[in-house]
C-alpha cells in the first residue's frame, strides 16, 4: 500500500514538474516576443490569455492594454511633429512663392513683356509658382484640420454609405448591426473613404470589414505593401503611386487620433487578402447597443 502510494506520488510530482517547466517555457516564450516586439517599435502586441494563472492573466491583459497605449501616444507625437514640420515648411514656403507668383503676374500683364522673348520664360516661372502653391495649400490640411464634434454613429451604415460609392468593388461586413460608435461623422467618413479609395488605387477588387478584439480590420486584395516601406505608410508626402499626394493616410491617421484612436498596418493580413488596416476607435467611443434598444 505504502509503495502504491510512493508511485502515485512520485508520478504526480513528476507530471507537476513538466507541467511546471513546459508553463515557465510559455511564459518565457511569451517575454521573447514581447521583447521583440518593442525592439522594433511595435506596440500592437495583443497576446492570448488562455491557459494562464489569474495573476499571470491580469498581467497579460495589463501589458497588452499598455501595449495599446504606448501605440496611441507614438502615433500622436508622430502626428504632432509632422504637424509641425509641415507648418513650418508651407509658412516658408508660401513666403517665398507668393511674391514670384504675384511679381510673374504684373509681368505678364504688361505691355512691354507682351509679345517679347521674355514672355514664354515669365510665364513659365508664373506657372510653376502657381502650382507650387497650390500644391503647399493641400498639404495644409494637416495642419488646418476642424475639431472634431463627436455624435453617436451606426458604425455598419457609415460603412455601407462609402461602399455604396463604389459598386463594382466586392465587400463583406462582419460586425453587430448594433455597433455604435462615438466619432466625428465627416472625419470619419473621410477616413474610411482614403483607405477604400488607397485600396482600389492598388489594384483592389474586394473588400472586408470585420470587428475582432474591439477593432475594426479593414482587408483588401490589392498589391501587397512591401515590408521595406510598411512603416513609410503614414509618412506625410510619401508615396509610391506616379500620381500620388502621400497625404491620404498620414491625414487618415491624424484624424483618428484626433478622435482618441489609432490606424496601424496590420502585421499580417486576413487569410485571402492581402493588406489589413486596424482601426481602433477608442475603448471610450465604442458602444455595443442591444439590437432592441431604443
Excluded at 511546471?20 to 517575454?31: D, G, M, P, S
Excluded at 504675384?102 to 512691354?112: D, H, K, N, P, V
Excluded at 498639404?139 to 457609415?158: A, C, F, I, S, W
Excluded at 503611386?241 to 496601424?264: C, D, E, F, H, V
Aim: proline share 3%; glycine share 6%; with cysteine.
Amino acid at each position: 500500500m505504502t509503495a502504491a502510494l510512493l508511485l502515485i506520488l512520485f508520478f504526480v510530482i513528476v507530471v507537476g514538474c513538466f507541467f511546471f517547466v513546459h508553463h515557465q517555457n510559455n511564459l518565457k516564450l511569451r517575454a521573447r516576443l514581447m521583447r521583440e516586439a518593442v525592439r522594433n517599435h511595435d506596440f500592437t502586441f495583443h497576446l492570448p490569455v488562455k491557459g494562464l494563472f489569474y495573476g499571470e492573466k491580469a498581467l497579460q491583459e495589463a501589458l497588452n492594454d499598455l501595449g495599446n497605449d504606448i501605440n496611441g501616444l507614438c502615433a500622436q507625437k508622430e502626428v504632432e511633429s509632422w504637424q509641425k514640420l509641415t507648418r513650418v515648411l508651407t509658412h516658408e514656403i508660401m513666403n517665398v512663392t507668393t511674391p514670384i507668383q504675384s511679381i510673374s503676374q504684373a509681368y505678364l500683364e504688361s505691355s512691354a513683356v507682351q509679345g517679347t522673348s521674355l514672355e514664354k520664360g515669365i510665364q513659365a516661372i508664373n506657372k510653376a509658382s502657381n502650382h507650387l502653391i497650390t500644391f503647399v495649400d493641400s498639404y495644409r490640411k494637416l495642419t488646418q484640420l476642424q475639431e472634431p464634434v463627436k455624435v453617436e454613429l451606426n458604425l455598419r451604415t457609415v460603412i455601407n454609405h462609402i461602399i455604396d460609392m463604389y459598386p463594382h468593388l466586392q465587400t463583406t461586413l462582419h460586425l453587430p448591426a448594433c455597433l455604435i460608435i462615438k466619432a466625428d461623422k465627416s472625419l470619419i467618413g473621410q477616413v474610411l473613404l482614403n483607405i477604400v479609395k488607397n485600396a482600389i488605387e492598388a489594384g483592389a477588387h474586394t473588400m472586408s470589414f470585420d470587428w475582432h478584439n474591439r477593432l475594426l480590420h479593414i482587408s483588401n486584395d490589392g498589391a501587397p505593401i512591401p515590408a521595406e516601406i510598411r512603416r513609410d505608410i503614414f509618412i506625410p508626402f510619401y508615396s509610391t503611386k506616379p500620381t500620388g499626394s502621400g497625404i491620404g493616410l498620414a491625414l487618415s491617421r491624424q484624424i483618428i487620433t484626433m478622435q482618441g484612436g489609432t490606424l496601424s498596418l496590420a502585421d499580417k493580413a486576413k487569410s485571402g487578402y492581402h493588406t489589413t488596416f486596424l482601426l481602433n476607435f477608442g475603448d471610450e467611443n465604442v458602444v455595443l447597443h442591444h439590437p432592441h434598444s431604443k
